[in-house]
């Protein structure tokens, strides 16, 4: 099945494709059973922490994926689609792009992990505001944090073949050589 564009902003097309809404809905049914499992909430609160988490789950990601759009257009070579799959996203360049130093591609993979890791920050401040009242919007906040953190700036740094930590364990020794790509 074909990718199917969500919404277009800046220039880039915001793809889903079924396997995104298949890992969407795996999710959310893990997420759920993990606040019922594990959190002091009522059915109705668990069964919303699901369905709130999955959607940060998605906005993170999606912003994620703009600190690498926003760094690539910064640098005159920017990103074409965003294409959701299972639960990830990738950010897909133009096929047609020019061979390219490895700082471009260096700086393009950094900008994702910047933007996760601040949204991580934010998220701390956010369980910090929260913590006294505790309740549905306290453990939202607190996942939200720790999500940022370990999977889009962490993880997303180990070298797995498919992250960024891939690109830059790549390109980090071709840097000044001349090599494009």
């Known amino acids: 099945m074909k990718p199917q564009t969500l919404f277009t902003i800046m220039g880039i097309n915001v793809q889903f494709n079924q396997s995104g809404l298949i890992g969407t809905i795996i999710l959310w049914l893990i997420l759920t059973g993990l606040a019922w499992w594990l959190l002091p909430l009522s059915t109705g609160q668990v069964v919303l922490f699901g369905v709130v988490a999955t959607f940060l789950h998605w906005f993170g990601e999606f912003l994620h994926q703009m600190?690498?759009?926003?760094?690539?257009?910064?640098?005159?070579?920017?990103?074409?689609?965003?294409?959701?799959?299972?639960?990830?996203?990738?950010?897909l360049y133009p096929k047609d792009e020019p061979p390219l130093p490895a700082e471009i591609h260096i700086q393009r993979a950094l900008g994702g992990p910047a933007?996760?890791?601040?949204?991580?920050?934010?998220?701390?401040?956010?369980?910090?505001?929260?913590?006294?009242?505790?309740?549905?919007?306290?453990?939202?906040?607190?996942?939200?944090?720790?999500?940022?953190?370990?999977?889009?700036?962490?993880?997303?740094?180990?070298?797995?073949?498919?992250?960024?930590?891939?690109?830059?364990l790549y390109w980090w020794p071709k840097r000044g050589a001349g090599s494009k790509q």
């Open 115 to 168: 933007v996760s890791l601040l949204l991580s920050v934010l998220g701390v401040l956010l369980v910090g505001v929260l913590r006294p009242s505790g309740g549905l919007l306290f453990y939202l906040a607190v996942f939200f944090a720790l999500e940022n953190f370990f999977v889009f700036f962490i993880g997303a740094l180990l070298p797995l073949g498919f992250t960024d930590g891939s690109t830059l």
């Open 67 to 91: 600190g690498h759009a926003l760094v690539a257009r910064r640098l005159g070579y920017p990103m074409q689609r965003i294409c959701a799959w299972y639960v990830l996203a990738a950010g």
